[in-house]
């Protein structure tokens, strides 16, 4: 019995052994190599290299010259006024500075015959004075000769292709158009006359028919106004 409990006691104490043991053997890895650990290393932080110091720049404020700035204010005075000023004159004229305006272009049309310089007059006038030129220049052209109608036409042309708007002309014409007959009278030729100023406004048959139809008629002659006006036009076409 003391033999057992001897051999029974060494048992034991071999397993407590075994144990001990097994804490202590390193652990296996899937290929059956123990794996050891290094120890970790601690690095310490590198410290930057030292830059050089920049030498501070002391900067000083810039100086404009009265030269310079009298060139500026120069520059500006030269620069032409833009399309917006130009429009805003234009729409400040009133309605006697208008007259006067066109009182004075058509004397001058008149007198330099260009059209160049006659369809600027147009450019200048606000759109709603616009009719009076139209109105000075055929009743001028009227009481003149053949010659002064075509360049009064050629004028009228020019001014439609640059914008003039269809209004003007029909508005400027209709005041002469209703005396047309009576005008005739004193000048034989005003029919014909009145014919090529409308082909000069570039205006719709429907506007030139319109406009024929003022033509005040006194009695009942036996070929009316209107139709020796649409005659003269289309022979003219």
């Known amino acids: 019995s003391i033999s057992r409990a001897t051999s029974g006691s060494n048992m034991y104490s071999l397993l407590g052994a075994g144990g001990a043991d097994a804490d202590t053997m390193p652990k ?17 932080p590198q410290a930057p290299p030292d830059t050089p110091l920049r030498r501070k720049l002391n900067l000083l404020p810039r100086t404009v010259s009265s030269a310079n700035t009298n060139e500026d204010s120069a520059g500006d005075e030269d620069k032409p006024e833009s399309d917006e000023e130009q429009a805003a004159t234009t729409k400040s004229m009133t309605e006697q500075e208008a007259k006067a305006k066109v009182d004075e272009d058509v004397k001058e049309f008149f007198n330099i015959r260009d059209v160049n310089e006659g369809e600027k007059s147009f450019a200048d006038l606000p759109d709603e004075h616009k009719s009076k030129l139209v109105d000075k220049l055929a009743s001028k052209a009227l009481d003149l000769k053949e010659a002064d109608v075509k360049l009064v036409a050629e004028l009228f042309d020019k001014a439609a292709s640059n914008g003039c708007p269809p209004s003007a002309f029909e508005d400027g014409l209709a005041g002469i158009m209703e005396f047309l007959d009576d005008t ?54």
Request: charged letters at 25%; zero cysteines.
């Open 28 to 44: 296996r890895t899937p290929s059956g190599r123990g794996t050891t650990r290094k120890p970790s290393v601690d690095q310490a």
């Open 184 to 237: 005739a009278t004193d000048v034989p030729q005003a029919y014909n006359f009145m014919a090529r100023l409308l082909r000069g406004t570039k205006l719709p048959q429907a506007t030139v028919e319109s406009l024929a139809d003022k033509i005040y008629v006194d009695g009942d002659p036996v070929t009316k106004p209107k139709d020796k006006l649409l005659k003269a036009y289309a022979t003219l076409a």
